[in-house]
Every structure is written in structure tokens, then in C-alpha cells.
């Protein structure tokens, strides 16, 4: 399987991003929201933000092990 990340994407913690801001980002062209700040493990703000949008690749760039353990996430 692959993602297409597009050529850009933007970067910003996971409680700053709303389905609005992802829905923005992607009707601007971007391919990507990464999201930082160790989102909750149980990735529901990932879910959220995919299913309010239709191409836009949400990725987290770490889910905090001291936090979530691998069966929450």
C-alpha cells in the first residue's frame, strides 16, 4: 500500500487541528496534516480529521508509549 503525501503538507499539534483547519488545508492543495504533539493513542482526532476530508493523508508523528500502550492504539 501507499500514500501519496503530495509535495507539501503542513505541520501542527494534534488539539490545534479542527475538521475545518484539515478541510482548509486540503482544499489548498496540501497532501498532508502531520500531526505533533503525541496525540491520545486511541486516534479518534485522526478519524475525525479523515473523515472530514476525502484525500488529505493525516499522519502522527508519535503516539506517547508512557501514555497509550500498543492495545489502545
Same mark, same amino acid.
Given at each position: 500500500?501507499?500514500?501519496?503525501?503530495?509535495?507539501?503538507?503542513?505541520?501542527? *499539534? =494534534?488539539? /490545534?487541528?479542527?475538521?475545518?483547519?484539515? =478541510?482548509?488545508?486540503? *482544499?489548498?492543495?496540501?497532501?498532508?496534516?502531520?500531526?505533533?504533539?503525541?496525540?491520545?493513542?486511541?486516534?479518534?482526532?485522526?478519524? /475525525?480529521?479523515?473523515?472530514?476530508?476525502? *484525500?488529505?493523508?493525516?499522519?502522527?508523528?508519535?503516539?506517547?508509549?508512557?501514555?497509550?500502550? =500498543?492495545?489502545?492504539?
Amino acid at each position: 500500500m501507499s500514500i501519496d503525501l503530495g509535495s507539501f503538507g503542513i505541520w501542527q *499539534r =494534534a488539539d /490545534r487541528v479542527s475538521v475545518d483547519l484539515a =478541510a482548509a488545508v486540503e *482544499r489548498l492543495g496540501y497532501g498532508a496534516v502531520w500531526l505533533g504533539g503525541s496525540p491520545a493513542g486511541d486516534l479518534v482526532d485522526v478519524e /475525525r480529521l479523515l473523515a472530514g476530508t476525502s *484525500r488529505l493523508a493525516v499522519a502522527t508523528g508519535i503516539v506517547n508509549i508512557w501514555t497509550d500502550d =500498543a492495545a489502545s492504539v
